[in-house]
Nanobody, 125 residues
Framework: VQLQASGGGLVQAGGSLRLSCAAS????????MGWFRQAPGKEREFVAA????????YHADSVKGRFTISRDNAKNTVYLQMNSLKPEDTAVYYC???????????????????WGQGTQVTVSS
């Protein structure tokens, strides 16, 4: 499995960005997918996740109401729509695949086994 994240960039506070993560392989639709982020000097943290069928989503409190995760299994792609961006959202954003197929959403990093290369999001004040 290979994951390719894209869509990051520089945006002013209050702006929007849409991240995409394209996955290779024929089993994408069997796995929960997640987005995580890591700011300089900080640990990687959970942002959002979506179940393998798309019926369940979970967002971290820090982004709830501003970010929305979605997926298109026909395109092997998961998205993160980010609105009302704040300077504290500045980080490298990573997409990841949950370890076990057809499993409930979990937010524990160790339960994700394949990671994309990351895409930089910078929000200026």
């Amino acid at each position: 499995v290979q994951l390719q994240a894209s869509g990051g960039g520089l945006v002013q506070a209050g702006g929007s960005l849409r991240l995409s993560c394209a996955a290779s392989g024929r089993t994408f639709s069997s796995y929960t997918m997640g987005w995580f982020r890591q700011a300089p000097g900080k640990e990687r943290e959970f942002v959002a996740a979506i179940s393998w069928g798309g019926g369940s989503t979970y967002h971290a409190d820090s982004v709830k109401g501003r970010f929305t995760i979605s997926r298109d299994n026909a395109k092997n792609t998961v998205y993160l729509q980010m609105n009302s961006l704040k300077p504290e959202d500045t980080a490298v954003y990573y997409c990841a695949k949950q370890r076990k197929p057809h499993s409930p959403v979990v937010v524990v990093i160790s339960e994700y086994d394949y990671w994309g290369q990351g895409t930089q999001v910078t929000v200026s004040s």
